[in-house]
């Protein structure tokens, strides 16, 4: 099913690091996904990745996207790092502030009634969620090895049978970029509990068994 012209627009407008056949990707899951459970995402940014997914919830109308972020930017988007954007700097906050760019993205998309932004660093919002089960999680937050694991051991356990964990900035070799996404994905297929379904560009995605 293809994606309504106007989300699209706006997914490929959006600033944030995913490719287009990535979103494409995480759009056809959470059409699946979404219809068991509510999905989860993990690294907002400035809701490029949670348009294409907020997008499959609207499609099948029945859970909705949670995403969480703590909105000030991942240790490489700061001030002086390799991904900082001025753009994104707020002098009132003293920082990187994603959050209207997430807002104005999911509005322009006619996104709001599918998507719940939840700002919160997202192993502390774990620690406060109930178990409901997730028919997909998409983990794109911090990536150092703490953090990834962190949010693997926080959420992974919610995935329903059946249900999907995608992973992002995944690179077998160290030349492409940092390694904590990929261990992560070796960890996670070493436990049984996971099918590995392949992947598209660094998005790796898991099916639980
Ligand atoms: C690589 S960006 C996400 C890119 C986004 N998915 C896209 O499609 O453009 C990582 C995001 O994770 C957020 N983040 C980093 N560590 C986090 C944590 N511990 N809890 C919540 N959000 C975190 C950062 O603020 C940043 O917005």
Known sequence: MPVREQA?????????FLAVAEGMRLYELSLEGSAWAPCLEIGSYCGKSTVYLGEGCRETGRHPLFTVDHHRGSEEQQPGQAYFDPALYSAELGGTNTLPWLLRNLRRAG???????????????????????????????????????????????????????????VFPDPRDGGQAPYHLVLHARSTGAWEYLGAEESLVVLRRR
């Open 111 to 169: 996104l709001e009634d599918w998507v719940i932004p939840i700002i919160s660093e997202s192993t502390r919002l774990g620690r406060f969620w109930s178990p409901g089960g997730l028919g997909l999680l998409f983990i794109d937050g911090g990536h150092s090895e703490e953090d990834v694991l962190g949010d693997y051991r926080t959420w992974a356990h919610q995935v329903i049978r059946g249900g999907y964990l995608c992973v992002h900035d």
């Open 8 to 16: 699209r627009r706006v997914a490929e407008e959006a600033k944030g």
